[in-house]
């Protein structure tokens, strides 16, 4: 079993930054790509960027290429989500998740374990 844990959450105003944290237990040696998804009010799951087992050219959304900086920290089993610039679309629950798969992926339908969620808030 793989239990993910998100940290970080909160509310924020426009302009401010936030740092994330997915902290992974369990059987760990079972998680190789991690990513981070969001989903806002009304809004379906949306893939934020991911990370591959070696940490090298991670993936990025468009929507946040430039703001947020995905990275991982082996020793603590730990991936941490950078945001800075904050907009107010930018609130939602966000989702760590982790694949059996070495490569990062975009596909939510990769991703074999997901963590509850935080909640984001980005207030104008």
């Known amino acids: 079993q793989v239990q993910l844990v998100e940290s970080g959450g909160g509310l924020v105003q426009t302009g401010d930054s936030l740092r994330l944290s997915c902290a992974a237990s369990?059987?760990?040696?079972?998680?190789?790509?991690v990513g981070w998804f969001r989903q806002g009010p009304g809004k379906e799951r949306e893939f934020i960027a991911a990370?591959?087992?070696?940490?090298?050219?991670?993936v990025y959304a468009d929507s946040v290429k430039g703001r947020f900086t995905i990275s991982r920290d082996y020793a603590e089993n730990t991936v941490y989500l950078q945001m800075n610039s904050l907009k107010p679309e930018d609130t939602a629950v966000y989702y760590c998740?982790?694949?059996?798969?070495?490569?990062?992926?975009?596909?939510?339908?990769?991703?074999?374990?997901w963590g509850q969620g935080t909640q984001v808030t980005v207030s104008s």
């Open positions: 369990g059987s760990i040696f079972s998680i190789n790509a």
């Open positions: 990370i591959s087992r070696s940490g090298v050219t991670p």
């Open positions: 998740a982790g694949a059996r798969r070495i490569m990062a992926t975009m596909s939510p339908y990769e991703y074999d374990y």
